[in-house]
C-alpha cells in the first residue's frame, strides 16, 4: 500500500504558475503508475494527466495540453505538476492517484490510492 500527500496548491493569478508535489511513502513508489486528477465543485473528478512507472510515458487531457507537464523522480518518490499560464476553469481539487497497473488511467475508477487533495485557486 502506498500512501499520497499532495502539497503546493493556493492562490494564483490568471496566467500564473504553480507547481504541485506528491510524495509516496510505502511500497516501491515507482511500481505505480501515477495521475492528477482534479474536482471543481458541483462537477465530476476528471483525469488531468498521468505518467508511466518510469516516467517515460505521458498523457494529457486536451484542456492541460501544452500547459501542464507532468514529471517524476523516483529516487526521491514525488510526483510533480507543473502548471503554467493558469486560467479560472484550471480552478479545483485537484488529487494525486496511484495504481499497480501497467498502462496509465483514463479514468478514477482506474486508480486505488489517492491523496487528500490540494485546492488550487485561479483569481481573474
Known amino acids: 500500500q502506498v500512501q499520497l500527500v499532495e502539497s503546493g496548491g493556493g492562490l494564483v493569478q490568471v496566467g500564473g504558475s504553480l507547481r504541485l508535489s506528491c510524495t509516496a511513502s510505502g511500497r516501491t513508489f515507482s511500481s505505480y503508475v501515477m495521475g492528477w486528477f482534479r474536482q471543481a465543485p458541483g462537477k465530476e473528478r476528471e483525469f488531468v494527466t498521468g505518467?508511466?512507472?518510469?516516467?517515460?510515458?505521458?498523457l494529457y487531457a486536451d484542456s492541460v495540453k501544452g500547459r501542464f507537464t507532468i514529471s517524476r523522480d523516483n529516487a526521491k518518490n514525488t510526483l510533480y505538476l507543473q502548471m503554467n499560464s493558469l486560467e479560472p476553469e484550471d480552478t479545483a481539487l485537484y488529487y494525486c492517484?496511484?495504481?499497480?497497473?501497467?498502462?496509465?488511467?483514463?479514468?478514477?475508477?482506474?486508480?486505488?490510492?489517492w491523496g487528500q487533495g490540494t485546492q488550487v485557486t485561479v483569481s481573474s
Open positions: 492517484a496511484g495504481d499497480l497497473r501497467v498502462r496509465i488511467g483514463l479514468s478514477r475508477h482506474e486508480y486505488r490510492y
Open positions: 505518467i508511466s512507472r518510469s516516467g517515460g510515458g505521458t
